[in-house]
């Protein structure tokens, strides 16, 4: 209950803090996706490229992924406001513990959706058709930064 009333008095910040870190992230992906593609599509061939999944085993890239996903302060905050708002704290252990499978089993599905989508679609995705799509995400970023900042004094 308490890291809910401390979310809900916080909102203005935290708002504004996400809104100017979405735009951060939306100016910076835009010039990367622009600028250092062109680059590197230009001066270094694509055999020279090793493919980074092939580097690392599948228990290091899972445990660095987790550790970061773990460590990301938005993950640990949204997860803290969801089980406060359903009210975790009036439960028994064995409703909770089904809760925190549900939300590991939920995000598992999700991952391995995701990566397996972009594992098929990889190889037939050109570096043209990558730039844009950076593109595309970095206008998404500015649109929701701008309409996060935008809704605080609105």
């Known amino acids: 209950m308490a890291v809910s009333q401390f979310l809900v008095a916080q909102q203005f910040w935290l708002q504004l803090g996400g809104g100017t870190f979405?735009?951060?992230?939306?100016?910076?992906?835009?010039?990367?996706?622009?600028?250092?593609?062109?680059y590197f599509a230009e001066n270094i061939p694509q055999e020279a490229c090793p493919d980074p999944a092939f580097g690392a085993s599948l228990l290091t890239a899972y445990g660095s992924t987790l550790l970061l996903t773990l460590t990301n302060p938005i993950t640990i905050l949204s997860f803290a406001?969801?089980?406060?708002?359903?009210?975790m704290a009036a439960t028994n252990w064995f409703d909770s513990g089904l809760l925190v499978m549900g939300v590991f089993s939920g995000s598992a599905c999700w991952w391995l959706l995701l990566c397996s989508g972009v594992s098929l679609l990889r190889r037939h995705i050109t570096t043209d058709q990558l730039r844009w799509i950076s593109g595309g995400s970095a206008g998404i970023l500015l649109v929701f930064g701008i309409s996060a900042?935008?809704?605080?004094f609105s």
Do not use: K
């Open 149 to 152: 900042i935008a809704n605080l």
């Open 81 to 87: 406001a969801i089980f406060a708002g359903v009210g």
């Open 22 to 38: 979405l735009i951060y992230l939306g100016i910076v992906t835009l010039g990367e996706a622009f600028m250092q593609q062109s």
